[in-house]
């Protein structure tokens, strides 16, 4: 071939190959991912439902991939830790976040001094449950209803104690709620996670609590708790003769959620790979029946409609911090 023609060619194939180069290095990165542990955080204490969800990908990707998937748990600041750990980390897809409605759509605007922006910092990848929180009381508190709980605040005003997953989380905002809705006075204990919560309880400690149904159920169903309502506007799949907080208050609701995350900036081809695979295990019948079981309503999503759904939720939850007038420095 004439040496000017080869000349030719190159210039002509150059813009082709320029093109066609970062889309193959894109596949790679996705057929790549992942060749060594990848570390679910989890925000919150070991126990709760954040770290059942977790532990259900943890040991369905593990198998999958035969590299360790680690599930850690950073606890503290309503979830802001564990948060801004993986605000922080490389965007290589070996860090992930489990976060919920608190960590993510709260705590910003509950938090006066935190060092990282949900909305800048982290990727949403995929939505993973929406679930009611559960209102729930002792077993020794004298009351079997919303009306009859309502009755029995307001004759002791104030003196009835309430726990909580932590300061600003959807169960402490929940029950904040209920007390606007109410005009009742209760005293909040906060604790670092919803196990943490049911254990108090059953010790004696508390009288009641809105927190996540899929830790709280079990035990409601076993008759440790006595369970009196749920929070979303309509009953839950799991308890369906167990009536909504709305059915007495009007336009309460609360719904709770879950979803997971990555750094901000995760290559788009790891990103999708990564909400395919969560897609894949929350399809199977056996994680489908799991989570119902415990009153989550499984519910996977593209990263594009998480990220939409998120940026709303902050938006809706943002306006509930500031009616209840509550901050931490």
Do not use: C
């Amino acid at each position: 071939m004439p040496h000017w023609l080869k000349i030719g060619m190159r210039r002509m194939l150059a813009p082709a190959l320029a093109v066609a180069l970062p889309f193959a290095a894109a596949a790679h990165a996705q057929e790549a991912w992942p060749q060594r542990p990848v570390t679910i955080i989890v925000p919150f204490a070991a126990g709760g439902s954040a770290d059942l969800l977790a532990r259900i990908l943890q040991q369905h990707l593990q198998a999958k991939f035969g590299v360790p998937f680690v599930v850690e748990n950073k606890s503290g600041a309503g979830g802001s830790i564990g948060t801004g750990f993986v605000a922080k980390a490389p965007a290589d897809g070996y860090t992930l976040l489990v976060g919920t409605v608190s960590s993510i759509a709260i705590n910003a605007f509950l938090y006066t001094k935190l060092n990282f922006d949900v909305g800048r910092d982290l990727q949403p990848v995929s939505l993973l449950v929406r679930f009611p929180n559960l209102l729930f009381v002792n077993t020794k508190t004298p009351v079997r209803s919303v009306p009859e709980l309502i009755d029995y605040l307001k004759a002791n005003n104030g003196k009835t104690n309430y726990g909580s997953s932590g300061i600003g989380t959807s169960s402490h905002l929940s029950s904040v709620m209920f007390e606007l809705a109410t005009n009742t006075k209760m005293t909040h204990v906060p604790f670092r996670s919803t196990s943490e919560v049911v254990n108090s309880m059953l010790g004696g400690n508390i009288d009641l609590a809105i927190d996540s149904m899929t830790t709280v159920w079990p035990f409601a169903a076993a008759g440790n708790v006595r369970a009196l309502a749920v929070t979303t506007p309509q009953r839950s799949a799991a308890a369906p003769d167990l009536p909504t907080i709305g059915e007495t208050l009007n336009g309460y609701e609360a719904t709770a959620w879950q979803g997971l995350f990555a750094p901000a900036g995760i290559p788009r081809p790891i990103l999708d790979k990564i909400a395919a695979e969560v897609r894949g295990v929350w399809a199977l019948p056996e994680v489908v029946t799991a989570l119902k079981n415990v009153g989550a309503e499984p519910a996977a999503s593209s990263p594009d409609e998480f990220a939409a759904y998120t940026a709303a939720e902050r938006v809706r939850w943002g306006e509930v911090v500031k009616a209840s007038g509550v901050k931490i420095d």
